[in-house]
């Protein structure tokens, strides 16, 4: 079956520190998608990042940095340098063709950056 | 702004009564979805339409019911509120609907039934 694992329900870090959260999921097809969500406190779902199954590069975009491992079928996110506007919950997401294209999420992890 | 729209905002009811929520897609985008995010069930899949027909379904309950409209706006109704039906609702969208699109979403709409 279909399943996304975030298994840190909250972090807390001081901000400037670097912070990974983590990402496992769960899928028979050989072809998916794995995306990042934020939710700010204002309750919005911002789209961060999709990859697809076939593209293992690792992915930099400023702060934001994503190590997708298909040998451990995780997709972890780290924040570097972390500030406190990057306080959220963050979701991981998979879409794949036995889902019928919807997106199924993991439980979410709660970022909390302290000043 | 992800250009996904949806009204109300927050809409508070009594139990036994029936609501409509409102989203309107990005321009350009043919599919619609709406999603449920509650305490207990986290962020579920309820419905998807694609260019005025529906596609896929998730765990809808027969209570609610949703449709979209020739200018591709969408629906989600939701009748015989229970207290349990507290959630926040979100619509999001993409191009044609398919697997490898990124789906952008709305707001949400945050439905408290007293």
């Known amino acids: 079956a279909q399943k996304v694992t975030q298994a840190q329900t909250e972090i807390s870090v001081v901000e400037k520190e670097d912070v990974t959260l983590d990402c496992v999921y769960e899928?028979?097809?050989?072809?998916?998608?794995l995306f990042w969500y934020k939710q700010p406190p204002s309750g919005e779902l911002v789209f961060l990042i999709r990859?697809?199954?076939?593209?293992?590069q690792n992915e930099i975009s400023g702060r934001y940095s994503w190590n997708f491992q298909k040998s451990t079928s995780s997709f972890n996110f780290t924040i570097t340098a972390s500030q406190v506007v990057d306080s959220a919950v963050y979701f991981c997401?998979?879409?794949?063709?036995?889902?019928?294209?919807?997106?199924?999420f993991g439980t979410g992890t709660r970022l909390q950056v302290f000043p | 702004d992800s250009g996904v729209t949806q009204t109300p905002k927050h809409l508070i009811t009594a139990t036994g009564q029936r609501v409509t929520l409102r989203c309107s897609p990005r321009?350009?985008?043919?599919?619609v979805y709406w999603y449920q995010q509650s305490l207990d069930q986290g962020l579920q899949f309820l419905i998807q339409?694609?260019?005025?027909?529906?596609?896929a379904k998730g765990n809808i309950l027969e209570r609610f019911s949703a449709q979209q409209f020739p200018d591709l706006h969408s629906e989600l109704n939701l009748s015989s509120l229970e207290l349990g039906d507290s959630a926040l609702y979100f619509c999001?969208?993409?191009?044609?609907?398919?697997?490898?699109?990124?789906?952008?979403f709305g707001p949400g709409t945050r439905l408290l039934v007293l």
């Open positions: 999001a969208s993409s191009v044609q609907g398919q697997t490898q699109e990124t789906q952008y």
């Open positions: 339409y694609y260019n005025g027909e529906e596609r």
């Open positions: 321009s350009g985008d043919l599919s």
């Open positions: 990859r697809n199954s076939f593209d293992e």
């Open positions: 899928t028979r097809d050989t072809t998916y998608y």
């Open positions: 997401a998979l879409s794949d063709k036995y889902n019928t294209d919807k997106l199924i």
